[in-house]
């Protein structure tokens, strides 16, 4: 079967595959140097820039020298990179970079089904992973940066004038975006950079500390806020909010959360490794109403083990001229190629054996977790999140001893 595949397999492919191949076997031999050529290479200062080659080097020479700089000349540092291994699945991941290189050199017609077809595929999966009807989606490679195009979504739907006007528009009435205390540190901050907005305009919602969890946005305040904000003359835009917060793993109440925000007309907008969740066959409640925010972010490179896969925000929008506004969708067809390791990697690795991985991952945590709560001086949190990924414990008796922060685990 593998050599009939092989025989009307493009010989441009397969070479790249090749190659890749070999490059990739070269930079993870574990093999040991000889103490000659630790020697030489020693005095060879390889670490220090130097000048361009005139008469150019071959291929084995330059993989050698990024040999060298990945492995390092301290011998315990290098073991431990040497030890380092991305796998059949990386390698697959690693090829769509190859490929997109490739691909982007066909002719416009080509290149355009050939890049409508990939990004199709790819985003009608993940919407059927995790649950999401009728979504779009935009890959990118800093996982922050979905957000921040959602963000300037919202602001070309708020303010008609602002395609003409630009900023100018937002000096009338400006909009205010509402984070959670709980969330990862600097998100607002880098949101507002990025979109050239104060930092006023960035409302950091407390979390509960009276009753229920002190990691879920104390919705009854959030409430009282976009009101003061209204009387003030602001434009409420845009909440996110947590499914699994990065220092605690708790959720908040996103179907709470939603109706405020319809009543209000803003955007609500999700994030969080829980969100992994929703691939499996059963799903809390609390996680499952992900399903209804306007848009959320996907990180699946860290949930399965890929590397150099982009990040994916999933998000609903029925007008395109606004998406294409925003930068959410493109007409250059190059820049679709970003899906393209993902698409790879996503067919790798198949239906059930992405819902496996996360579902292992998941029993692993909750294993972690019922072991943890059989040892007396240790208490566990997030006992609420059925299937969480997320394993956070305390030393009681450190605790109380010398009053040190609680130790978490992330599985």
Not at 25 to 32: H, I, N, S, V, Y
Not at 153 to 159: A, D, E, T, V
Not at 204 to 216: A, E, K, L, Y
Not at 299 to 307: D, M, S, V
């Amino acid at each position: 079967m593998e050599s009939s595949v092989e025989k009307t397999m493009d010989p441009t492919v397969a070479e790249m595959g090749k190659i890749l191949n070999e490059a990739m076997k070269m930079l993870e031999d574990t093999e040991r140097e000889t103490d000659e050529e630790k020697e030489k290479k020693k005095y060879a200062r390889k670490d220090i820039p130097g000048p361009l080659q005139g008469s150019g080097q071959d291929m084995a020479t330059i993989l050698q020298l990024v040999q060298d700089l990945m492995h390092g000349e301290d011998e315990e540092e290098s073991q431990s990179i040497r030890l380092q291994n991305v796998g059949e699945q990386g390698h697959i991941s690693l090829l769509g970079h190859s490929l997109a290189a490739y691909i982007s050199v066909l002719d416009k017609e080509r290149l355009r089904k050939l890049t409508t077809r990939i990004l199709s595929d790819t985003t009608l999966w993940l919407c059927r992973l995790f649950r999401y009807d009728n979504g779009s989606a935009y890959y990118h490679e800093d996982d922050r940066e979905g957000v921040v195009k959602v963000c300037k979504l919202i602001i070309h739907s708020s303010y008609e004038d602002y395609a003409t006007e630009g900023f100018n528009v937002l000096q009338r009435k400006l909009p205010v975006l509402y984070i959670s205390a709980a969330s990862r540190t600097g998100l607002g901050q880098y949101i507002c950079n990025q979109l050239g907005l104060p930092i006023s305009c960035m409302c950091r919602v407390p979390c509960n500390t009276m009753f229920g969890s002190q990691h879920q946005m104390d919705i009854a305040l959030l409430e009282r806020l976009i009101k003061d904000d209204i009387e003030c003359g602001k434009l409420p835009l845009l909440l996110v909010a947590n499914a699994g917060t990065p220092g605690a793993g708790h959720t908040d109440k996103l179907l709470r959360l939603k109706e405020l925000c319809s009543q209000y007309k803003m955007w609500l907008h999700a994030e969080g490794v829980n969100l992994a969740t929703l691939t499996l066959g059963y799903v809390s409640s609390s996680i499952l109403a992900a399903t209804k925010c306007d848009s959320m972010t996907l990180t699946l490179g860290p949930w399965l083990g890929l590397a150099a896969v982009p990040a994916v925000t999933l998000y609903r929008q029925e007008d395109p001229s606004l998406s294409l506004a925003a930068g959410l969708t493109t007409s250059q067809p190059v820049e679709k190629l970003r899906a393209l390791p993902l698409w790879l990697s996503l067919q790798y690795l198949g239906h059930d054996g992405i819902v496996d991985r996360i579902k292992y991952a998941s029993q692993l945590s909750q294993r972690l977790l019922g072991n943890l709560k059989q040892i007396s001086f240790i208490r566990t949190s997030v006992e609420d999140e059925f299937n969480s990924p997320v394993v956070v414990f305390r030393f009681v008796k450190e605790q109380q001893k010398s009053g040190k922060k609680s130790d978490t685990n992330h599985a």
